[in-house]
């Protein structure tokens, strides 16, 4: 049997004239994209621009709400109520939805930023109130998450629910990312990191940083743009996936 893979990425990401990475040269490599909602980052002539750049590329369109942190990247904790996590993140996909709806696109799906995302795996308020926001807009949207809560509450709610996994970042040994803060969570040689991705989308396996071996099953492998020659490693990645026969497509396609 075909093994199917999305490959998506954060893009978006700038504010004004300044951009985090060449979100256009990504586009090309991945099938789809979590643009930023403006919370974070991005802003509305950035949501445009990205939405009208998947949408020439044939890439699935998706919002990637984050907290309203710009300062902080949306990558620090912040205790907030179930209200204000809804609200957040029903603002936030309504904004990409807008652009998308606009230019005669549809939305694809939503996976959340930063520290928002990772809370939400653990954390049931957190994973009620984006599994609510995301169901109440529109329940036929896909919505992306890490192991735990939030898949699990989604898939509850009859929400479809897809799994991220992760091409450079370490697990640890409850499949959670390692936290940036720690010396070793992001790994840079790109042989290494080619080597665990094949092992994650065909093999299903991961090492955690202690050593375990982890099952994880992947619906989608997230390139991070911002990370040291992302454009050199997402070309890398595609053709070992491609050379071994994965299929890559976007999530609304085939899931």
């Known amino acids: 049997?075909?093994?199917?893979?999305?490959?998506?990425?954060?893009?978006?990401?700038?504010?004004?004239?300044?951009?985090?990475?060449?979100?256009?040269?990504?586009?090309?490599?991945?099938?789809?994209?979590?643009?930023?909602?403006?919370?974070?980052?991005?802003?509305?002539?950035?949501?445009?621009?990205?939405?009208?750049?998947?949408?020439?590329?044939?890439?699935?369109?998706?919002?990637?709400?984050?907290?309203?942190?710009?300062?902080?990247?949306?990558?620090?904790?912040?205790?907030?109520?179930?209200?204000?996590?809804?609200?957040?993140?029903?603002?936030?996909?309504?904004?990409?939805?807008?652009?998308?709806?606009?230019n005669g696109a549809t939305l694809q799906h939503v996976m959340a930023h930063g520290m928002l995302h990772n809370m939400a795996q653990f954390n049931e308020v957190y994973a009620e109130a984006m599994t609510d926001a995301v169901y109440d807009f529109d329940p036929n949207i896909i919505l992306v998450g890490l192991p735990g809560q939030i898949l699990e509450i989604a898939q509850k709610k009859g929400l479809k629910a897809a799994t991220v996994i992760f091409a450079d970042r370490r697990y640890n040994d409850d499949k959670s990312l390692v936290s940036r803060r720690e010396k070793h969570a992001v790994i840079t040689d790109e042989n290494e990191v080619v080597e665990k991705v094949l092992d994650l989308v065909i093999r299903k396996k991961a090492t955690s940083i202690n050593g375990k071996e982890l099952e994880i099953m992947g619906d989608t492998l997230l390139l991070h743009g911002d990370t040291h020659a992302s454009l050199s490693l997402g070309k890398k990645i595609k053709e070992a996936l491609l050379e071994s026969a994965v299929e890559i497509s976007p999530l609304g396609k085939w899931l």
């Open 1 to 102: 049997m075909t093994i199917k893979i999305d490959i998506c990425s954060d893009l978006g990401e700038g504010y004004g004239r300044y951009e985090l990475v060449n979100d256009a040269s990504l586009m090309e490599i991945i099938s789809s994209a979590n643009i930023a909602c403006g919370f974070h980052a991005g802003d509305p002539r950035t949501i445009q621009k990205s939405v009208q750049s998947a949408i020439k590329t044939g890439t699935g369109i998706g919002a990637h709400p984050g907290f309203p942190d710009r300062v902080g990247f949306g990558r620090r904790d912040m205790k907030l109520s179930y209200d204000e996590v809804y609200t957040d993140v029903l603002y936030q996909i309504g904004a990409v939805y807008a652009f998308a709806k606009a």
